[in-house]
């Protein structure tokens, strides 16, 4: 069949419908990892590399003990057909064979797909925003930079590796905004040249290219980065707001790219080493969400009382400290565009109540799940209230965004316990590499 017509090529593959095992599904994505790192080496690329979305399903106090991963993904209008207990064919129906669905965990699945990013991440988008039972996995800063410390440890400390720092101004109105931002569409800027080859690394030290004046990349030696992170970071607060993390291979040549949506992309010449990484980070991930929502759910406890009804919303309060307070203009459009918009990057909805011209209250609910929460916004940070069966998600999604478009270098807290300890918590005992399988 014809997959792409690329320039003046046209490019051949093989139908995903005629993969009928595990086994064959590996083999087949072996396969094109290995020629598109031969791709990459000659800086020509004939098909998108092989990618992974990981995504979260139902979750909090929700199971899947009545349906399928398979039914979720159908009732959202995208076809499965079903490969073993676990494993799935995703098939749309513009776009066709999407890739393979497999579930890594009670609540974590993983896409698996070779479509190019500008038509795979829209429509990655697109599917958790019209579907409250999936979210896309969230790993913050904050996450990252503890991941960060393990590609330290485990790494040899020549090999390079990469890390994207990204914070965007997304609230401050001192520029018109697009159509598209004004009707709270999202954006996958970090995902535009995702398909084409890298620039070759040629010095010892590789310098930071910026690519818009909020976005930018550093490729170096691991020891490199390693001690000098923490210094650039105390200088320049962006440091903190890491939005994608490059696990070298330790079979080869390459790595594994994650990013803070939970899309990761395979630069290695293999799909076994790229699945046993996002089996770790899953791993990893599962652990923080399970004690998030221990420590949101059942540590300290707050009552809030909901207007107009006769419930009170009672849990752990979830406290993100900002370095710096908020210019008044930028904490007045981010309340407007997080709760005057259907869509939005918070995936949030309520009313906000105005205590004054720095404070804000919203009974609401997260879009994922319909769960509700409370939250007090100041220009100091904000507060949420987490109640039973509210999904972990919901928290490092708050995390993330908040240090991605409002401060890089804002503080979380889930109870008592700061959300750094947390991530370290979780991943403290998660095997990695060969183990991990």
Not at 64 to 88: A, C, N, P, W
């Amino acid at each position: 069949m014809i997959d792409r017509i690329r320039g003046d090529r046209i490019v051949e593959r093989k139908e995903l419908r005629q993969i009928k095992t595990r086994s064959d599904m590996v083999r087949f994505f072996d396969g094109e990892s290995a020629s598109r790192m031969e791709e990459l080496d000659l800086r020509k690329l004939s098909r998108p590399l092989v990618k992974t979305h990981l995504l979260e399903v139902l979750g909090g106090g929700n199971d899947l003990s009545t349906q399928t991963i398979g039914d979720v993904f159908t009732h959202r209008g995208v076809k499965t057909e079903q490969i073993d207990d676990s494993l799935y064919l995703a098939v749309d129906r513009n776009l066709g064979e999407i890739g393979f669905i497999e579930q890594l965990s009670p609540r974590l699945v993983a896409l698996y797909s070779m479509e190019e990013s500008k038509s795979l991440g829209p429509w990655v988008r697109n599917l958790v925003n019209r579907s409250p039972e999936i979210d896309h996995v969230w790993l913050s800063g904050t996450t990252f930079e503890v991941l960060w410390g393990q590609v330290v440890r485990l790494t040899r400390p020549e090999r390079f590796s990469q890390l994207a720092f990204t914070h965007d101004s997304y609230f401050t109105i001192d520029k018109p905004y697009s159509r598209d931002e004004e009707d709270g569409a999202e954006t996958g800027d970090e995902e535009d040249d995702e398909d084409e080859p890298e620039a070759p690394v040629e010095e010892e030290q590789q310098p930071i290219r910026d690519r818009r004046s909020t976005s930018f990349k550093l490729v170096d030696r691991v020891c490199e980065i390693d001690s000098r992170l923490e210094r650039l970071q105390q200088t320049y607060a962006p440091f903190y707001a890491i939005s994608q993390l490059r696990f070298p291979s330790p079979v080869g040549r390459g790595g594994h790219d994650f990013y803070d949506n939970g899309k990761v992309t395979n630069r290695s010449q293999n799909f076994r080493d790229h699945r046993l990484h996002v089996l770790y980070v899953v791993r990893v991930y599962q652990q923080l969400l399970v004690a998030t929502e221990q420590k949101a759910w059942y540590s300290i406890t707050e009552s809030v009382v909901v207007p107009g009804t006769f419930q009170r919303i009672v849990g752990a309060p979830v406290v993100i400290r900002f370095q710096e307070d908020l210019p008044v203009d930028v904490f007045d459009h981010w309340v407007a565009m997080t709760f005057n918009r259907k869509i939005n990057k918070f995936r949030l909805w309520g009313h906000p109540i105005r205590l004054g011209p720095s404070k804000v209250h919203v009974y609401g609910v997260d879009r994922h799940l319909w769960q509700p929460l409370f939250l007090e916004l100041t220009r100091r940070g904000c507060t949420a209230i987490i109640p039973n069966g509210t999904c972990g998600n919901t928290v490092h999604r708050l995390v993330t965004n908040i240090q991605r478009f409002l401060d890089p270098a804002a503080k979380a807290f889930v109870g008592d316990m700061e959300y750094k300890a947390l991530v370290v918590e979780s991943v403290s005992g998660v095997p990695y590499g060969a183990d991990a399988a």
